[in-house]
């Protein structure tokens, strides 16, 4: 949430902070904003309320030189947003111009602390706090800006990752973080700084990631790194995985349907060196250390947010079908607040795209503390969550850059997948055939998906005769039913359709009073065991003259003589088939989406990653 860019260099530093920020959109798109440091003791702010776009147009009627800068997207938290709560925000006497991603939950009393010695806010934000903060004693101590920094931050309270530049030291950046993540691209002679490493992989793939409560004092040639204490730190070089190819649109009209399509090599890239070359074999390098505990737990706990954690429910399914462990799913956000009953001998399993879900990361440690042993399936390499966790799976889908996830889930299915069968195998739950079974299936998901993504005109056609509804239906039983959950939040998220997702049977409870000739109904109805009910769950729509989107195992033709529409899906086994029927929902949310002429990619409100709670 609120995407963060830096720059240090010999380099005009606007054309990179624009990029960067271009690039960190997904992360929040209420206003943007940027500081550039001509070397001549003048920082100069500009920020606009709207997208980076926006920002651009305005930014380029002004004086845009400048060697160092630093640049802010926005999703608002505190104040709305408009032209004056966009960041960067500047102290009162306009020593130090900052950004921040983030929520500094003891704003009110330090703003009401400096109020009383006369500093007075043009601001809503707790940004605006902090700024004035570290001039305060930037000015009264007669510090360093560095020093005036850590001061400030020791007494804040709450999450940051900061870029701050300090009028009186024009050949410094600073970087802070704590809770919100920062990573720094080295160069020659220059350093980048941003949120993730999407807007540095074009210039240089040498990074360094921060911890918490780690500073950054950039020059041109010089990185110094120390804790807020005060203790000095070793840079950590790494070396990016990530290619500039996977971080465009490449030909596509959208992120959205470019990741939709990149499905079947996210999920090859995910099980690739997991899956034996002779399908015969699964294993996860990154749960070795923890398999002999894992193996035992009493509980699996798997935690996540939004589409991750209808990944999780998946899981369950998964992991209580095939290894026959208890498992049980919770929202991050909940689990955290309720006084969970945690032991030791539970396995916790966290899901995140973004490895920065501030819930998700609060509730790990957490879970962490009441000794449980804590697992995460991230797809973002170096984020938080890896970092805090006992051990883990990467996804290995790549760059996920629209905001509404659909490769991720895919390859967090995948990953939970391998690791249900490979349990369900070391537990003695599999016999070798249908365990090398699984493993065959789960290699052929690819090419099924190929195939549905052939018919990808068919959901659009059927996208212009829905196009208009207000209200959507989605239904499924066992493993179809948190994908009738994922199939609606995709059409919410990016259409504004309201839509809900219902397990088939639940209907005659509730829904069914909404039925009639105006509610679409997308039901999965997959030849499975569940089959006879959801025929005649279609049935009672169809007595209520409900539309009926069916999705149906190829050559189906029963379904075919009583839905509205069908759409076929390739055989799998019933546990992988949520890989399968996603798709079609993924597909006809884009499309409904792009015929309402809805931002697919930045859909309103919505950020790609949540770091606030
Ligand atoms: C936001 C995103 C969703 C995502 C959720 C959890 O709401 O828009 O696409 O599923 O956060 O994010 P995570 O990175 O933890 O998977």
Not at 199 to 226: C, F, Q, W
Not at 289 to 314: D, Q
Not at 571 to 597: C, D, F, K, M
Request: hydrophobic share 40%; proline share 4%.
């Amino acid at each position: 949430m609120c995407g963060i860019v830096g720059y240090i260099g010999n380099k005009e530093a606007y054309p990179i902070l624009i990029n960067g920020l271009k690039r960190l959109e997904y992360r929040g798109y209420d206003s943007a904003g940027v500081s550039l440091l001509d070397g001549k003791n003048d920082i100069s702010v500009l920020k606009k309320k709207g997208k980076v776009g926006e920002l651009d147009e305005y930014a380029r009627q002004h004086d845009i030189s400048g060697n160092i800068g630093i640049g802010h997207t926005r999703w608002a938290t505190h104040g709305e947003p408009n032209d004056i709560n966009a960041h960067p925000h500047t102290s009162m006497n306009g020593h130090f111009t900052i950004i921040h991603n983030g929520i500094i939950e003891n704003y009110g009393r330090l703003k009401k602390r400096l109020e009383d010695r006369s500093y007075v806010f043009e601001t809503e934000t707790d940004t605006e706090v902090l700024a004035n903060l570290m001039e305060y004693i930037y000015l009264k101590g007669q510090v360093s800006a560095e020093i005036a920094v850590r001061l400030a931050l020791h007494k804040a309270i709450g999450a940051y990752g900061l870029a701050i530049l300090c009028k009186d030291e024009p050949d410094k950046l600073i970087a802070a973080r704590r809770g919100s993540p920062l990573v720094i691209g080295v160069g020659e002679d220059e350093y980048f700084l941003a949120s993730d490493a999407t807007p540095i992989v074009e210039h240089t793939k040498s990074v360094i990631y921060l911890n918490d409560n780690d500073v950054a004092i950039l020059g041109r040639d010089e990185l110094v790194l120390k804790t807020i204490k005060n203790d000095k730190l070793t840079p950590k070089v790494q070396q990016l995985d990530m290619e500039i190819g996977d971080i465009e649109k490449n030909g596509y009209d959208h992120f959205m349907l470019k990741e939709i399509f990149e499905q079947p090599r996210s999920i090859k890239d995910t099980f690739r060196g997991r899956i034996s070359t002779d399908r015969e074999n699964i294993s996860l390098g990154g749960l070795y250390s923890v398999l002999p505990v894992l193996e035992k737990a009493k509980r699996i706990i798997i935690l996540g947010c939004g589409t991750s954690w209808h990944a999780g429910l998946i899981g369950e399914y998964l992991i209580e079908d095939l290894a026959r462990m208890p498992v049980e799913v919770e929202y991050a956000s909940e689990f955290r607040y309720r006084n969970p009953i945690i032991n030791n001998d539970d396995v916790v399993i966290t899901i995140s795209q973004s490895g920065e879900t501030a819930d998700s990361l609060a509730a790990i440690q957490q879970a962490r503390q009441a000794g449980a042993t804590v697992l995460g399936i991230c797809n973002v390499v170096g984020s938080s969550i890896p970092r805090e966790t006992d051990a883990g799976v990467y996804t290995h889908a790549g760059p996920e850059i629209g905001v509404a996830s659909t490769k991720a889930f895919t390859a967090q299915v995948t990953v939970l997948a391998m690791m249900a069968i490979l349990l369900g195998k070391k537990r003695g739950q599999l016999e070798d055939t249908v365990f090398k079974n699984l493993i065959q299936e789960l290699s052929d998901i690819p090419d099924k998906i190929e195939k549905i993504l052939q018919f990808n005109h068919e959901f659009k056609k059927l996208a212009e005769l829905y196009k208009e509804a207000n209200n959507f239906l989605y239904l499924g039983r066992g493993y179809s039913f948190p994908v009738a959950l994922e199939g609606a939040l995709k059409l919410k998220e990016i259409s504004y359709i309201h839509a809900e997702g219902y397990p088939a049977a639940e209907m005659k409870h509730g829904p069914i009073a909404l039925i009639d000739e105006n509610m679409p109904v997308v039901v999965i109805a997959l030849q499975d065991k569940s089959y006879d009910k959801i025929v005649s769950n279609i049935q009672e729509i169809k007595a209520r003259k409900g539309k009926v989107i069916a999705l149906v195992t190829e050559g189906d033709t029963t379904i075919k003589e009583m839905a509205d529409h069908v759409l076929e899906i390739p055989p799998t086994l019933e546990s992988l088939a949520s890989l399968l029927t996603v798709i079609p929902l993924q597909l006809l949310s884009y499309h409904i989406a792009v015929l309402r002429g809805c931002s697919v990619d930045q859909p309103r409100n919505l950020a790609k990653s949540v770091t606030v709670e």
